[in-house]
C-alpha cells in the first residue's frame, strides 16, 4: 500500500528565500508524482508534473524532483513571495492518487 | 489546462435530507472521475472511482449505500450525499485525469455542512 509523507508540515520564512519542500513515497511503482496548491478553502490547482521517466519539472519559480529509485521528490522555490503562502501536497499517481498530509508555507512580507 | 467544474460550490442541508453534488468535464471526455473529501486541516481522501457506464468502485470503510455515484456521461459524474448527518460535513472534491498523461485536474470542490 502507498503510503505519501511531507515534511515538513509547517513552514514559514521570510519573504525572498528560497525553499524546499519535501515528499517521500513508499512504492516506486508510480505513473507520475504531482505537486499541488490549496489556499484555504479552495480547491487544487496543479502546480508541476513529473513523469516516471522524467528527473524534472519546472515552471516559473518552481522546480520539482523526482527520484523514484530513493522514493523522494522535492519542490524548490525560488525568491518566495507572501502570495505563495498555501498548502502544498504532492500526489503520486498509481493506479490511484495518493496524497500527502501537505506542507503549509507562510510567507511573510 | 484541462476545466473540471463542481456544482454546488456550497450546499447547508438539514440532517436525514439527501445532497447531490455533481462534477463535469467541460473541456475534455473523461470515463473515469474520482471523488474524494477533506476534513479541516487533513489531507485528501480518496472515497471512490466513478466508471462510466459501470459501477463506481468504493475505498475501504466508504459507505456505499450512502455515497451513491452515478457516471451517467463521459463528462458528468454525481455524488449523492443520502440521509446526510453532520458528520458527513466536509469538503468533497472531484477529479478526472487526462487519459495520456494520467495529469489530474480538480474541481473547485463543494463544501457540505448539515445541520
Known amino acids: 500500500k502507498q503510503e505519501v509523507t511531507q515534511i515538513p508540515a509547517a513552514l514559514s520564512v521570510p519573504e525572498g528565500e528560497n525553499l524546499v519542500l519535501n515528499c517521500s513515497f513508499t512504492?516506486?511503482?508510480?505513473?507520475?508524482l504531482q505537486w499541488f496548491r490549496q489556499d484555504p478553502g479552495k480547491g487544487l490547482t496543479s502546480l508541476l508534473l513529473?513523469?516516471?521517466?522524467?528527473r524534472e519539472q519546472t515552471s516559473g519559480r518552481l522546480n520539482a524532483s523526482l527520484d523514484k529509485s530513493s522514493g523522494r521528490s522535492t519542490l524548490y522555490i525560488a525568491a518566495s513571495q507572501p502570495g505563495d503562502s498555501a498548502t502544498y501536497l504532492c500526489?503520486?499517481?498509481?493506479?490511484?492518487?495518493?496524497f500527502g498530509q501537505g506542507t503549509e508555507l507562510s510567507v511573510k512580507p | 489546462g484541462a476545466v473540471v467544474s463542481q456544482h454546488p460550490s456550497w450546499v447547508i442541508c438539514k440532517s436525514g435530507t439527501s445532497v447531490k453534488i455533481e462534477c463535469r468535464s467541460l473541456?475534455?471526455?473523461?470515463?473515469?472521475m474520482f471523488w474524494y473529501r477533506q476534513f479541516p486541516k487533513q489531507s485528501l481522501m480518496l472515497m471512490a472511482t466513478?466508471?462510466?457506464?459501470?459501477?463506481?468502485?468504493?475505498e475501504q470503510g466508504v459507505e456505499k449505500d450512502k455515497f451513491l455515484i452515478n457516471h451517467a456521461s463521459l463528462t458528468l459524474s454525481t455524488l449523492t450525499v443520502t440521509s446526510a448527518h453532520p458528520e458527513d460535513s466536509s469538503f468533497y472534491i472531484c477529479?478526472?485525469?487526462?487519459?495520456?498523461?494520467?495529469?489530474?485536474?480538480f474541481g473547485p470542490g463543494t463544501r457540505l455542512t448539515v445541520t
Open positions: 477529479s478526472a485525469p487526462q487519459t495520456a498523461s494520467y495529469e489530474q485536474y
Open positions: 512504492d516506486s511503482a508510480i505513473y507520475n
Open positions: 513529473i513523469q516516471s521517466s522524467q
Open positions: 500526489a503520486s499517481q498509481g493506479g490511484k492518487l495518493i
Open positions: 473541456d475534455f471526455q473523461a470515463t473515469t
Open positions: 466513478s466508471n462510466e457506464g459501470s459501477k463506481a468502485t468504493y
